[in-house]
T-cell receptor, first 110, second 110 residues
Framework: NAGVTQTPKFRVLKTGQSMTLLCAQD?????MYWYRQDPGMGLRLIHY???????AKGEVPDGYNVSRLKKQNFLLGLESAAPSQTSVYFC?????????FGSGTRLTVV | SQQGEEDPQALSIQEGENATMNCSYK?????LQWYRQNSGRGLVHLIL?????REKHSGRLRVTLDTSKKSSSLLITASRAADTASYFC??????????FGDGTTLTVKP
């Protein structure tokens, strides 16, 4: 069981470039989440999904889009990257209250 | 704003001592979870306590919940250097998603 897999693990973008972060889970979880974590801080929810084909905004959704076309995948898109989006991004999934997290994607926007 | 707030922000102890971290929250919850994050890694679930429970144990971990005070504490007994990490509380509600605090950074000196 791989759990939650995030790709890529590291990425450097130039301002204005776009990219997609992929999250895949093999636990058949209904719920999936994208968080960002800035240095010394906790997690802030960007977007989440309560099932295949559904998405909802979290606490800090601006500048990001998501899609959940398949139950096992949750994609996070940055259409026009900005330096303020430099952060570590974590994906998580859950079926109950217990979250399983991926190992993170470290994104730097220069 | 964060639902859960951990206290203290940082804690440094000697190996063998006990470590206590606190979490306060603002609104009614269904459950409260504690997670550990080692440097550069994703969060790992430690323990969940439901709103109708007052205390829960798991190995060297003891969690208490006081819903009247809207607070929880995590006690790690006989700490080890390997316990060095950041610890986060997360509050779960009927909405199906949890809100994370900013964490307590624990350093256990050998």
């Amino acid at each position: 069981n791989a759990g939650v897999t995030q790709t890529p693990k590291f990425r450097v973008l130039k301002t204005g470039q776009s990219m997609t972060l992929l999250c895949a889970q093999d636990m058949n979880h209904e719920y999936m989440y994208w968080y960002r974590q800035d240095p010394g801080m906790g997690l802030r929810l960007i977007h989440y999904s309560v099932g295949e084909g559904t998405t909802a905004k979290g606490e800090v959704p601006d500048g990001y889009n998501v899609s959940r076309l398949k139950k096992q995948n949750f994609l996070l898109g940055l259409e026009s990257a900005a330096p303020s989006q430099t952060s570590v991004y974590f994906c998580a999934s859950s079926q109950t209250a217990l979250y399983t997290f991926g190992s993170g994607t470290r994104l730097t926007v220069v | 704003s964060q639902q859960g707030e951990e206290d203290p922000q940082a804690l440094s102890i000697q190996e063998g001592e006990n470590a206590t971290m606190n979490c306060s929250y603002k609104t009614s919850i269904n459950n409260l979870q504690w997670y550990r994050q080692n440097s550069g890694r994703g969060l790992v679930h430690l323990i969940l306590i439901r709103s109708n429970e007052r205390e829960k144990h798991s190995g060297r971990l003891r969690v208490t919940l006081d819903t009247s005070k809207k607070s929880s504490s995590l006690l790690i007994t006989a700490s080890r250097a390997a316990d060095t990490a950041s610890y986060f509380c997360a509050t779960g509600t009927n909405a199906g998603k949890s809100t994370f605090g900013d964490g307590t950074t624990l350093t256990v000196k050998p």
